[in-house]
Every structure is written in structure tokens, then in C-alpha cells.
């Protein structure tokens, strides 16, 4: 297949572009002809303060972009055009220059940007749904997006002229959702049922799985109010036993979180690493945490925590509960309750054969639905179901050992589409 991929990245480096790059090297070492269309949020930092007040403009139609592909596509003449990420510089004008050229189109849905202005239906800490069913307005009077009403505005308006054109609904063939709760929550939006799958991410390559129990914790991940690290320090002042923290990672609470851990030799702050090491530290641990009070998409770190059979303890919201098995493969506590996080970590760390047992679990479930093989044999059959217009849940279905929703289920949700 001659295939191009689209991304645009954001300004610091996160799992979505991890994700790409992935599935960029698994079609190519599978023989396939990959073109990238790729653009940055970087390209902002060479902007004249004149040039920025166009950006409103470039979110909801990027002219270049729009003829750079329609160019693109004409010159490579591919089977089909796979988009991960549109925001902001590559804007949904993408879709567009595909239909334009008649070439199908699949999207990745890597956070809930079509929802929601601030793309993690998130509001003050706490999971928000308002802007899915209601108006968009709730995120622009709220400043949903960096705590900026005009920024809000202008992804609201992105989204509303799209809905007025019937983008979403009309120029994407298949939409990939990560989890089968996140492919709920765009039905429930209004993304047509008939165009969802689900398809988590992969790791590749395969990290291998651990040796020993493990000699400490870890958390992997940036250091925001969203992904609970306020949670996690608090457990850690609640724990008697001496539990090696390690916290891999970044953000705009480091500073702060050091402050109110300061003292405490369990607990190791070692910011940004390469993926090498958070691996290598990775299989060293004895467990995962991942604290989030938001509704995570799919995190990477699960995939690959399962893939170095190292359980994972994470809080009972959102894709988390289906991701993680209680009891199987982890640990679920109640979202922001640190006690309850302490409690999981004390008996995680007390009970070596049982997180070993979970470990093998762990490995088995990468295994089943995580490998590059997996992910692969799922992503051929999406390709397949939208070049030869096959119904997209009938073709998935027919990929070994991968579990989607059925159309019947699918069809049962009645919201009115985008």
C-alpha cells in the first residue's frame, strides 16, 4: 500500500507523537510505501506578533496545508491518507484536500479535541462533559483552554464552523478510537457510530518483560494538575513503608511537588529522560502508578508497563477501568483519594509473588492486544474495510484475537450527528 501519514506536533513532545512514529516505522518494516505530511506548533515561535493575530484563521482553515496535500496527493496518487493530529497548523482543511482528490481518509482519535475545546474534558481538576452534549460556549466562558478565553474562542469556532460544514461527519471514512471508552463518549458527541472503531496503541519494539519483583515504584508522565501528581506526593506522606518513588517526567508542578516532598529520600525526581532509560527503569520497577483525575485517552505508559510485565496501579476514571483488570493486572483506587492510593501501594509493595502473578498477566495482555502484531493485523483490516468501502466493523472484526463493539451496539446510541 502507498500510504500518507498526517501529524502535527505540539510544541513538547508527548505520547501522541510517540504513537505516530510508531505506526510511521511498523508500515514501513511491513514493506509499505509511507509518505509524512508532518508540521509543528514550533513553527508559532518564528511568528511576528502581526503574523500570530492570524492564527484564529490557521486553526480553522490552513490554506497551505490545504494545498500543500491536495499537491501531495496529486504527485504520490496514495491508496489512502491516515490523520493523527490537525492542531493547529495543519487545521481539518486536510480532510478537505483528501475529499477534493477522492482519496479515503482514516483518523486517529488521540484526545477529545472534537468534543471539547480544551481536547481532555477537563474543567478545574474535574472531568467536564458540558461542551459534548451542550454548547461550546461552557468552554469559552470557562477558559477551558489555558485558562484563555480568546485561545477558547478560537478553537470553539474551529469546531463550530466544522460542524456547520459537516467535516467530521462527511470527509472521514473511519475514526480510530483507543479505547471503548473514548469511542463512547464520541458517540455520545455525535460521531457517526457507523464510522468508529476501536484500536489501542502498541509498543514496538518489544521492550521484553522484567527479571526479579522489582525494586521500586514509578510514575511516568507530566508533572499537571490533570494527571493527579498532587494525589501521588500526598499517598507517599500517608505510606509507613519505605517505598522507593521514582517520577520520570516534567511539567509546571515539578517545582512545586519538590517543595512538598522535600526531605523525603524515598521519593526521585529525574525529570525528561530518553526512552531508553524510562524503560530501562521501567522494568525495574515493581509496579506503576498513574494517579490521573482526567479522563486518560490511552495512556503509553500502560501499554508499555504491561509489556515489561509490571503491573500498574491507577485511578478508577474513565478508560483506566477498562484498561487496567483489578486484581488481574493492577490495582484500581478511588480517583484523588491519596489514603485509598496509599493502601494499594503498601499492599502492592508487601505482596511480591502476587505482583509477580499480576506481571505475567500483564505480559500476556501486551501480548493479545498491545504488540505491534496485534495492532498490525487491525490496522490492515481498517485500511482494507475503507479502499474497498467494506463496512468498518465487519472488517475489524475478521482481525484475530482484536475486540471492537458491535454495530448493533453501535447503532443503539441516537445523538444527532456532527
Known sequence: MKLIL??????????????????????????????????????????????????????????????EVASLIRREKPDLVHVHNTFLMISPSVYSACRGAGVPVVQTLHNYRLLCPAANLLRRGQPCERCVRGTLLHGVVHACYRDSRSSTAMLALMLAVHRMRRTWSDMVDCYIALTEFALRKFVEGGVPADKLVVKPNFVHPDPGFRDGFGEHAIYVGRLSSEKGVATLVQAWKWLRDPVPLMVIGDGPLRETLKSEIKGDSRVRFCGLLPRTEVLALLKRARFLVLPSCCYENFPMSIAEAYACSVPVIGSDIGAMQQLIDHGRTGLLFRVGDAEDLAQSVEWAWNHPADLKRMGENCRAEFKSKYSAEQNYAALMAIYESVTRNRPIASAVSEAAEFRTFSSSLLRSYTEPKL
Not at 511498523?26 to 492564527?55: A, F
Open 6 to 67: 498526517v501529524h502535527n506536533s505540539y510544541q513538547h513532545r508527548g505520547g501522541e507523537d510517540m504513537a505516530f512514529e510508531q505506526e510511521v516505522e511498523l508500515l514501513r518494516s511491513r514493506g509499505h510505501q509511507v509518505i509524512v505530511y508532518r508540521r509543528s506548533n514550533t513553527e508559532i515561535d518564528n511568528y511576528s506578533p502581526l503574523r500570530r493575530v492570524s492564527l484564529a484563521k490557521q486553526v480553522v482553515w490552513a490554506s497551505d496545508t490545504h494545498d
